[in-house]
């Protein structure tokens, strides 16, 4: 089996090949960027927050229930948190 094809079109398809690879994996790893950038921001937002909730006075701590009362028509009813 013989195909006649000359360099420079081998070496233009190949060129062509090249550069389709490089700009998929540049995309790629763009858009894993953005998403450790999202993954970050959300990261502090969160140690923020714990943070906050760790520096009000008197507020119980996330794992311990709190016991609330709500009047419901003249009733009261107790729910845990």
Do not use: C, Y
Not at 20 to 27: D, F, K, N, P, R
Not at 55 to 66: D, I, K
């Amino acid at each position: 089996m013989h195909f006649n094809i000359s360099f420079t079109s081998l070496a233009v398809i190949l060129w062509s090949g090249m550069l389709i690879i490089s700009g998929s994996i540049w995309v790629l790893s763009s858009q894993v960027r953005k998403l450790v950038d999202v993954v970050e921001q959300q990261g502090r937002a969160n140690l923020r927050a714990a943070e906050a909730a760790r520096r009000m006075p008197g507020r119980p701590t996330s794992g311990v229930a709190r016991r609330t009362v709500r009047r419901s028509a003249g009733r009261s009813i107790a729910r845990v948190n």
